[in-house]
């Protein structure tokens, strides 16, 4: 006799049990992010809203921001300090007082309506005002970190030295500061490093290809100034092993210069506002720049920084009143190229033709990271022709002459001509060189954008 079967008991699941077991992975990662989003809400909102520490300090901050742009605007108009005690003064005070109080009570209000996550976060996550923020503040802490640390490694650095060795650290320090910054960024916005125009198509190809023009293009700016006897060639300065070394030491200083300025302006900065501005933002960015300039900067070509903020307002103007698709792009390049203008005013030796060709050239290089899909060409143009001014050729780079250049070089004549202590930069030919490589750029790179993007609409008409 074969034993009865019994029917194995059945364990009872609670509800929650039985919603576990259709959990995939996914869904408990999802989980957890809701998790971590909910304790982190906490430190944010209380039972009344957003907690009252954050409301005071969000006050205060506002209102330093918009007195200091109300002074600012006053200062320009009428000059005077802080603490005057002239009539005239004393009113301008209290109507900027009352007007930041005024600004940061209506933002505030639409905070409180809107919730905290409207203030902090939009359609494409964290807002680029508050991306912006982090990476700047990021970008000047971690300077004094790492320049603290490579100062006391290599003494060498306190000394005022524009040598390929001492300039190379130099510029290390801003490049892994950058580098931290971005990486921090990014992982805060769910992102990697190479999202930020660093990841399109051919980028070996369109550095290699950078290379080759920026220093095509920095020859022939050379060239038509000895033609014109505005530059004059003296004797080779190096010789024998001394060419190489000298070459390769300048060669990668001039890399990191390309990689920090480039990743600074077009990678991250470009990439970021891109995504969050508007004409409006535009305008009170490269508004804020000009004003700045204005009140507090004398010399150092500040008209060029003006030139390229006039050029680039009725473009961006009817951009945004045409509602175009790739306004955005256009609006931030006019603020990235108008901001590398305004941090070339803080060199020595600069003309309003250098400040100005500097921000034009910036513009060049957003246009390539247009067509092109990344920022390679444009690091790749940047180092070529930073190398071959400052080690091919000898000449003054923003005011600065290198030790050890291959070439030796004398500027002579009218310095609108031969650009003076700012070197070929400075001179007007520049323009007109700069304006050759976006042709180049748009005629190389422009026509294939142009046919990748119609190829792609006939294979989604076609199905």
């Known amino acids: 006799m074969e034993p009865e079967a019994r029917p194995t008991p059945t364990q009872k699941t609670t509800p929650e049990q039985a919603a ?31 907690r009252g520490g954050w409301i005071a300090l969000m006050n205060l901050c506002l209102v330093l921001s918009i007195g200091w742009a109300l002074y600012s605007v006053a200062a320009a108009i ?30 505030l209000g639409q905070v409180r309506a809107r919730g905290l996550r409207w203030a902090l976060f939009g359609s494409q996550g964290l807002r680029a005002g508050w991306s912006v923020a982090i990476f700047v503040g990021l970008f000047l802490g971690l300077i004094q970190v790492v320049g603290r640390i490579l100062v006391t490694l290599f ?59 920026g220093f095509a293009a920095l020859s022939l700016l050379v060239g038509a100034l000895a033609w014109g006897g505005w530059l004059h060639f003296g004797a080779v300065a190096l010789s024998g092993a001394a060419i190489l070394q000298f070459g390769a030491l300048w060669g990668c200083c001039f890399l990191l210069v390309g990689c920090v300025e480039e990743g600074t302006f077009r990678c991250y900065l470009q990439f970021t506002l891109t995504r969050g501005i508007n004409f409006w933002w535009a305008l009170a960015c490269v508004g804020g720049l000009c004003l700045r300039l204005l009140v507090h900067a ?7 920084v003006y030139a390229i903020a006039l050029l680039g307002l009725i473009p961006c103007w009817r951009l945004h009143k045409a509602e175009s698709p790739g306004a955005g792009f256009w609006q931030a390049a006019w603020v990235t190229s108008t901001l590398f203008g ?29 067509v092109t899909g990344s920022a390679w060409w444009a690091i790749g143009c940047h180092a070529s022709w930073d190398w071959a001014e400052t080690y091919f050729y000898g000449t003054a780079d923003s005011g600065f002459v290198a030790k050890g250049h291959y070439l030796t070089s004398t500027p002579a004549g009218a310095t609108l001509w031969s650009g003076g202590t700012d070197g070929p930069e400075g001179s007007l030919l520049v323009i ?32």
Not at 157 to 184: C, H, Y
Not at 354 to 368: D, E, K, N, R, W
Not at 440 to 463: C, F, H, P, T, W
């Open 78 to 107: 009428h000059p005077f300090k802080i603490g005057d005690l002239s009539p005239v003064a004393i009113g301008i005070q209290v109507a900027i007082l009352y007007l930041a109080i005024y600004g940061s009570n209506l933002i």
């Open 155 to 213: 003494p060498v650095l306190r000394k005022d030295d524009f040598s390929p060795g001492t300039a190379a650290l130099q510029e290390l320090i801003p490049f892994l500061a950058m580098v931290g910054a971005a990486a921090i960024v990014a992982f805060m916005e769910r992102r990697r490093i190479r999202d930020y125009n660093l990841a399109g198509p051919k980028r070996g190809r369109h550095f290699f290809g950078g290379l080759a023009a």
């Open 20 to 50: 576990d077991a259709d959990l995939t992975p996914a869904v408990f990662a999802l989980r957890a992010r809701a998790q971590e989003y909910r304790r982190l809400r906490q430190v944010f909102i209380g039972n009344q809203g957003l």
């Open 342 to 370: 305004f941090v070339h005013t803080s060199n020595n030796g600069e003309n309003w033709i250098g400040i100005f060709a500097a921000a034009l050239i910036g513009f060049v290089f957003c246009v390539s990271v247009r």
């Open 432 to 463: 007109p060189v700069v304006l050759l490589l976006l042709v180049v750029i748009l005629a190389l790179y422009g026509r294939k954008k142009r046919n990748m993007v119609s190829d792609q609409a006939l294979e989604q008409a076609l199905g």
């Open 298 to 304: 004398k010399g150092n070509g500040v008209w060029g």
